[in-house]
């Protein structure tokens, strides 16, 4: 009998938190219309996602993003060798093959990897942009003011592909004007939550 009322207890709580999330759920779409208008509006975004990042959240993420004026620009998919401890000399080895400066790179493998990612998918100052004659702006590689060529970032991103570290999708160099990143929560319990 005890047992029988706990099982009661907790199907109790497991209906009320659900009753709760789905309430939340709808809160967020009935006022999303209003609290996301033109937030991101003109803005190239890209995507990047962490392995095991759940599908529903990615799909909801990619409405809301448009929902607020965003334009989709690419999409990163890190690959679980990117994530392997076994593979951080690898990934820290890379990091500093690609960056344009990689004496000032520091932190874990995992930092720096994602310092030259940021670099290489972040809009170099409207990257993507008309120049004013109609003609795309976009450029891979630069030169600086000493007349060196500065990053090539779809070099740095090819290498990360080419090593199966990351997937691409879309054509996502230098056209970040935003970044939104997508990775599972901490587990509690046997449920991860993404963030």
């Known amino acids: 009998a005890e047992l029988r009322g706990q099982s009661e207890d907790l199907r109790t709580e497991r209906d009320v938190s659900e009753r709760v999330g789905n309430g939340a759920d709808e809160m967020v779409d009935a006022a999303a219309g209003d609290l996301l208008e033109d937030r991101l509006l003109d803005l190239e975004v890209v995507t990047v996602v962490a392995p095991g990042a759940d599908e529903d959240t990615l799909a909801s993420l990619d409405r809301r993003i448009e929902q607020a004026g965003g334009e989709p620009a690419g999409r990163v998919e890190l690959s679980e060798?990117?994530?392997?401890?076994?593979?951080?000399?690898?990934l820290d080895e890379l990091a500093v093959q690609v960056s344009p400066e990689a004496a000032e790179l520091a932190g874990s493998p995992h930092t720096k990897?994602?310092?030259?990612?940021?670099?290489?998918?972040?809009?170099?100052?409207?990257?993507?942009?008309?120049?004013?004659?109609?003609?795309?702006?976009?450029?891979?590689?630069?030169?600086?003011?000493?007349?060196?060529?500065?990053?090539?970032?779809?070099?740095?991103?090819?290498?990360?592909?080419e090593a199966e570290l990351l997937t691409v999708?879309?054509?996502?160099?230098?056209?970040?004007?935003?970044?939104?990143?997508?990775?599972?929560?901490?587990?509690?319990?046997?449920?991860?939550?993404?963030?």
Not at 170 to 195: C, I, M, R, Y
């Open 81 to 90: 060798k990117f994530l392997n401890e076994g593979e951080e000399t690898f």
């Open 113 to 161: 990897a994602g310092t030259e990612l940021g670099r290489a998918l972040a809009s170099s100052g409207g990257g993507r942009s008309s120049d004013g004659d109609g003609s795309d702006a976009d450029a891979e590689s630069t030169s600086d003011d000493t007349g060196e060529d500065s990053h090539d970032a779809e070099a740095a991103l090819s290498a990360f592909t």
């Open 169 to 195: 999708t879309g054509d996502p160099v230098e056209g970040a004007d935003a970044l939104v990143v997508l990775a599972p929560g901490e587990e509690a319990g046997g449920q991860g939550s993404d963030s």
